[in-house]
């Protein structure tokens, strides 16, 4: 019960303070800090998005970048055809995406162990490489959005209310990330990460299972990109790179693997480093993988872990 | 379409698919015995040709850098494994996925801080410099094929490793049962870190090789990595055999296919876009393979015994 | 990121001669410092912060920062400088697709962009802006001068190489805009490609009697290498992007003798040029490249306009920017209507002088060239 209690605590914590610095910054006039804090919004969902996959369901994708990546392009790509309304561009990226999850899935969770991870780097690398050489949308340079998408009745150009968008489809997919967690479906999940055989031998095949929540989280992490291409008001084939793909596990690990706030967490720590450490020293990176290393082999559990201990068994 | 071209092509895929499969070989080694995803393995390489190309640039000697790129890329391996790898062993995937993702950035930040940001000069020997002509009309480049060579005789080298000595009986071992060696009182962990230094060493030595014919520059590493990680995907991990047959399969498939494919879509297409249209696909190529190989064969082409 | 803060005295009017007024402006550079491709952005900062420092106005403020080559960071670092440290003038980006990421938000909110080296060719047509001002060149210059010398050089067969990606096939289409030969085939690389040995034999079977390659960085050095070992001896031309000062060292000896072309070239005789080329070796103990001369003559751009007009009068200052009035390392300098340079291209071809890799002047291929996609802008 304490410990219960100490973990809705500290995911009140995160996710008042994720809103409370865009809103002080907006008070102050600094609207580069609210650009800030969407941009960790923005990564927080995509790695809630790989927190279902990962973190419930033990599928350590490294190919999350695509689906970041083709949500970007469905509002790049709309954009340039002229669609601009927000509402219309996030099914387009949610189903693009869900539906490429679905495709790779299918032939990825074939596989298990290490021949999961290279196979889902595969198909992020074929996207990517496919993305590079289409030169009709940008190709290696890109696509500019000229203007942000609009949300009906809400002035998006404003960073504080674009903001306000993303922090609220943030909250909408913790919910249902908490949902899909404590429900059945996701016993089954977290079930099959933990012991395969075991979930078998009960009468549940874990294929569909997987399946199910590798697409849900690949629509997640979509709709991510679509955002992040909005608040750059860029699309570029880097969004698909192994090295976004890394990024996300990383920022997924450094909050809490399989925690709910974990993310949010993770997404914080993650670009207060790269502004701060950024802010030293021209070799930040090489403090950045120091601190990583010492997560990954002394802090298992992350932010999280360390502020609320082990997560209950469920 | 011209004999001597085409001589030429499939040597290169083989020079190619040699390089993989030194890099291969040492991570096939690695998550065979130790269980442990490396991705820093393409820093590895990197270290290679750095060293080499210091050591070269200090003496004059290419040989002497060749030495100094196998002794440390071995000591990198030996100390790595020694302070962070050995963490890892228990640990899940994972796990072992950020913590050789961080050493990626550790390494490439420390290198560029050490060797500034600039492209080092590492040049071909003058014993291996200038081309050779072959049977067929075809004229190749010596060092390409003194790169062939090598390559083939560390695959008997290994192969007699493996096959014939203690060693290679206990890493077999190592491979099938690893709590059961550690019970018959092998010495597991000294085991673990000669594998880990050879394997970092082969990839030291791959780097050297083609940092003379390429560039030496941070970040060499990464894209090889990646074909490495297909390579004994495809060939199943753990499989030294695997890592062979993998390595020259990808490297013939690619090399092949970067040549043949624009060509052909330029009879549709066009020169221009044929190229477009044929260049981009050769670049998906491999990953297409890979993914039609793993779909009908989950675990690779020659699964290890485990 | 790093914030190299180059500080300006602030305030005190300094009665020189040549500063009008004691205005401070702050500029802020985006450019990438970090990875393969830190050479050139290196190059860019130290041209640009020597002429700063050699200039007798001290009311310049410059703050660096890298973008690692990551379109997305330099969003970022573009939205900060303007938000946050209120930046006037904006400049540095190396490469064309982060110029397009940043380069039309920035100039739509007022402020002055001043390319020293990506010259995307949007920039320069359609999408040209009042506040965007490009000291380098169009991304396709180079290539046309090389086409058209080409053709004076009596080339008649040429095998081209590029990677697949924008810049690449824009490279291309800029040397067959001017080249009139045949082509004896026309190759398209992966990006980042460093194994040319396909592609080579492919060169070797064509009969081609000249061989025109763009590949900047690291894929230069790895072609250039694979080339002269192969044998096949057949003469390589390219834009000085892969054949300057930046690479000359790496590639070694298999680059003697290749023409390239380039706006700059370190013995252009010009009283401003020999300033900037000793100044720069005294500086940085290197020999300046193509990349540092472009530095250079955009920080003395943005001085020039600053001793005619104030920064907070746009103006005035955009019309000071316009004139280009400044003694450029290329001699003289002018400005088309879409804000690009109006200047000639010289050949150069690779010699060793001592013990040192550079360029030497041969001839020049064009003269006062405007680039191909001025038309389209509507200035």
């Given at each position: 019960m304490k410990r219960m209690r100490g973990e809705t605590l500290i995911n009140l914590l995160l996710a008042g303070m994720l809103l409370l610095v865009p809103l002080a910054a907006w008070a102050l006039e600094e609207p580069f800090y609210i650009t800030l804090a969407t941009r960790v919004a923005i990564l927080a969902l995509a790695a809630v998005g790989l927190n279902l996959a990962l973190g419930l369901g033990g599928?350590?994708?490294?190919?999350?970048?695509?689906?970041?990546?083709?949500?970007?392009?469905?509002?790049?790509?709309?954009?340039?055809?002229?669609?601009?309304?927000?509402?219309?561009?996030?099914?387009?990226?949610?189903?693009?995406?869900?539906?490429?999850?679905?495709?790779?899935?299918?032939?990825?969770?074939?596989?298990?162990?290490?021949?999961?991870?290279?196979?889902?780097?595969?198909?992020?690398?074929?996207?990517?490489?496919?993305?590079?050489?289409?030169?009709?949308?940008?190709?290696?340079?890109?696509?500019?959005?000229?203007?942000?998408?609009?949300?009906?009745?809400?002035?998006?150009?404003?960073?504080?209310?674009?903001?306000?968008?993303?922090?609220?489809?943030l909250i909408a997919a913790l919910y249902l990330f908490a949902r899909i967690r404590d429900s059945r479906f996701g016993a089954a999940l977290q079930a099959a990460r933990q012991n395969e055989v075991r979930l078998a031998a009960v009468g549940i095949a874990p294929f569909p299972i997987r399946l199910v929540a590798f697409v849900l989280s690949g629509m997640m992490t979509g709709l991510a990109g679509s955002l992040f291409a909005d608040l750059n008001r860029f699309v570029s084939p880097s969004m698909l790179s192994w090295q976004m793909s890394g990024e996300l596990i990383v920022l997924v690990i450094l909050g809490g693997t399989g925690r709910l706030f974990g993310p949010v967490a993770g997404a914080m720590l993650f670009v207060l480093f790269e502004s701060i450490l950024g802010g030293f020293t021209e070799h930040w990176q090489l403090l950045l993988g120091l601190i990583l290393l010492g997560v990954v082999l002394f802090a298992r559990g992350g932010l999280v872990g360390l502020l609320a201990g082990k997560a209950r068994h469920g | 379409m011209q004999t001597a071209l085409l001589i030429e092509q499939i040597l290169n895929g083989l020079q190619f698919g040699v390089m993989l499969f030194l890099m291969a070989a040492g991570l096939t080694l690695i998550f065979g015995v130790m269980g442990v995803i490396n991705l820093a393995h393409g820093s590895l390489y990197m270290l290679?040709?750095?060293?080499?190309?210091?050591?070269?640039?200090?003496?004059?000697?290419?040989?002497?850098?060749?030495?100094?790129?196998?002794?440390?890329?071995?000591?990198?391996?030996?100390?790595?494994?020694?302070?962070?790898?050995?963490?890892?062993?228990?640990?899940?995937h994972l796990d072992q996925v950020l913590a050789t993702f961080a050493l990626i950035l550790i390494f490439s930040e420390g290198t560029r801080w050490l060797f500034g940001s600039f492209p080092l000069y590492l040049d071909i020997p003058p014993l291996l410099s200038g081309a050779v002509d072959l049977p067929g009309g075809a004229r190749y480049q010596l060092y390409r094929l003194a790169i062939i060579v090598v390559g083939i005789a560390v695959a008997i080298g290994l192969y007699l490793l493996i096959a014939k000595t203690r060693l290679g009986m206990r890493i077999r071992a190592g491979e099938s049962d690893r709590e059961m060696i550690a019970a018959l009182g092998v010495d597991i962990r000294t085991l673990y870190t000669i594998v880990f230094a050879l394997g970092a060493a082969l990839a030291g030595l791959a780097g050297a090789m083609v940092g003379a014919l390429q560039s030496v520059q941070v970040g060499m590493g990464e894209p090889v990595l990646i074909l490495a990680f297909v390579v004994i995907v495809i060939g199943g991990i753990g499989s030294i055999k695997g890592a062979l047959v993998g390595a020259a399969l990808v490297g013939l498939v690619d090399t092949l296919g970067r040549f043949l494919l624009p060509l052909s879509f330029s009879f549709f297409l066009g020169p221009s876009q044929g190229a477009t249209v044929g260049a981009a696909l050769a670049s998906m190529l491999i990953y297409v393979v890979m993914a039609l190989i793993l779909a009908f064969r989950p675990r690779g082409l020659f699964q290890a015994s485990t | 990121?790093?914030?190299?803060?180059?500080?300006?005295?602030?305030?005190?009017?300094?009665?020189?001669?040549?500063?009008?007024?004691?205005?401070?402006?702050?500029?802020?550079?985006?450019?990438?410092?970090?990875?393969?491709?830190?050479?050139?952005?290196?190059?860019?900062?130290?041209?640009?912060?020597?002429?700063i420092k050699q200039s007798v106005n001290k009311d310049i403020e410059v703050i660096v920062e890298d973008d690692t080559m990551k379109p997305e960071l330099a969003v970022?670092?573009?939205?900060?400088?303007?938000?946050?440290?209120?930046?006037?003038?904006?400049?540095?980006?190396?490469?064309?697709?982060?110029?397009?990421?940043?380069?039309?938000?920035?100039?739509?909110?007022?402020?002055?962009?001043?390319?020293?080296?990506?010259?995307?060719?949007?920039?320069?047509?359609?999408?040209?802006?009042?506040?965007?001002?490009?000291?380098?060149?169009?991304?396709?210059?180079?290539?046309?001068?090389?086409?058209?010398?080409?053709?004076?050089?009596?080339?008649?067969?040429?095998?081209?190489?590029?990677?697949?990606?924008?810049?690449?096939?824009?490279?291309?289409?800029?040397?067959?805009?001017?080249?009139?030969?045949?082509?004896?085939?026309?190759?398209?690389?992966?990006?980042?490609?460093?194994?040319?040995?396909?592609?080579?034999?492919?060169?070797?079977?064509?009969?081609?009697?000249?061989?025109?390659?763009?590949?900047?960085?690291?894929?230069?050095?790895?072609?250039?290498?694979?080339?002269?070992?192969?044998?096949?001896?057949?003469?390589?031309?390219?834009?000085?992007?892969?054949?300057?000062?930046?690479?000359?060292?790496?590639?070694?000896?298999?680059?003697?003798?290749?023409?390239?072309?380039?706006?700059w070239s370190k013995d252009l005789d010009n009283p401003a040029n020999k300033t900037f080329v000793e100044t720069f070796q005294a500086e940085y103990g290197r020999l300046p490249s193509l990349y540092a001369s472009q530095g250079y003559d955009t920080a003395n751009l943005i001085l020039s306009a600053a001793a005619k007009a104030s920064v907070q009068?746009?103006?005035?200052?955009?019309?000071?920017?316009?004139?280009?009035?400044?003694?450029?390392?290329?001699?003289?300098?002018?400005?088309?209507?879409?804000?690009?340079?109006?200047?000639?291209?010289?050949?150069?071809?690779?010699?060793?002088e001592g013990d040192v890799l550079t360029n030497k002047i041969i001839g020049v291929s064009l003269e006062d060239h405007q680039d191909a996609y001025a038309k389209e802008c509507k200035m």
């Open positions: 599928l350590v994708s490294f190919g999350h970048a695509a689906f970041f990546g083709i949500g970007g392009y469905a509002a790049g790509i709309l954009a340039t055809h002229g669609s601009d309304q927000m509402l219309v561009i996030w099914p387009v990226a949610v189903v693009l995406s869900g539906f490429v999850a679905l495709v790779t899935g299918a032939i990825s969770l074939r596989t298990s162990g290490v021949y999961f991870i290279m196979i889902t780097l595969a198909f992020a690398q074929m996207i990517y490489y496919f993305a590079i050489s289409w030169p009709a949308y940008g190709g290696e340079d890109g696509l500019s959005l000229s203007l942000r998408n609009a949300f009906p009745g809400i002035g998006t150009a404003l960073p504080l209310n674009f903001f306000l968008i993303c922090y609220a489809l | 290679g040709a750095f060293a080499c190309a210091a050591v070269a640039a200090a003496t004059g000697s290419f040989w002497l850098g060749l030495v100094a790129s196998l002794a440390a890329a071995a000591a990198a391996g030996a100390i790595v494994e020694l302070l962070v790898i050995r963490r890892l062993y228990d640990r899940d | 990121m790093k914030k190299a803060m180059v500080a300006g005295l602030f305030g005190l009017a300094v009665s020189a001669p040549g500063v009008a007024l004691a205005e401070p402006i702050k500029v802020g550079m985006i450019t990438t410092l970090s990875g393969g491709g830190a050479g050139l952005g290196l190059d860019v900062r130290d041209g640009f912060l020597l002429a970022q670092i573009a939205d900060k400088m303007i938000q946050s440290e209120k930046v006037d003038i904006l400049t540095g980006i190396i490469w064309s697709n982060l110029a397009m990421a940043v380069v039309p938000n920035a100039v739509a909110q007022g402020k002055f962009y001043l390319s020293p080296n990506a010259g995307p060719s949007a920039l320069a047509g359609a999408k040209c802006n009042e506040n965007y001002f490009n000291v380098a060149w169009q991304n396709d210059n180079l290539h046309e001068a090389m086409g058209n010398y080409a053709n004076t050089a009596g080339y008649k067969k040429s095998f081209i190489l590029a990677p697949n990606y924008p810049a690449g096939t824009d490279a291309l289409t800029g040397y067959k805009r001017f080249y009139k030969g045949e082509l004896a085939g026309e190759l398209y690389t992966k990006l980042g490609q460093t194994d040319y040995a396909a592609e080579i034999a492919q060169v070797r079977a064509s009969g081609a009697d000249s061989v025109y390659i763009f590949l900047p960085g690291g894929m230069g050095i790895a072609f250039m290498k694979q080339y002269a070992q192969s044998g096949v001896g057949i003469p390589v031309l390219g834009p000085g992007f892969s054949f300057d000062q930046d690479v000359l060292g790496a590639i070694g000896d298999a680059a003697i003798g290749v023409k390239n072309t380039s706006q009068d746009a103006d005035a200052f955009r019309a000071a920017l316009k004139a280009a009035d400044f003694k450029s390392v290329r001699g003289d300098f002018k400005f088309g209507n879409n804000n690009h340079p109006i200047q000639d291209i010289y050949v150069r071809e690779v010699v060793k």
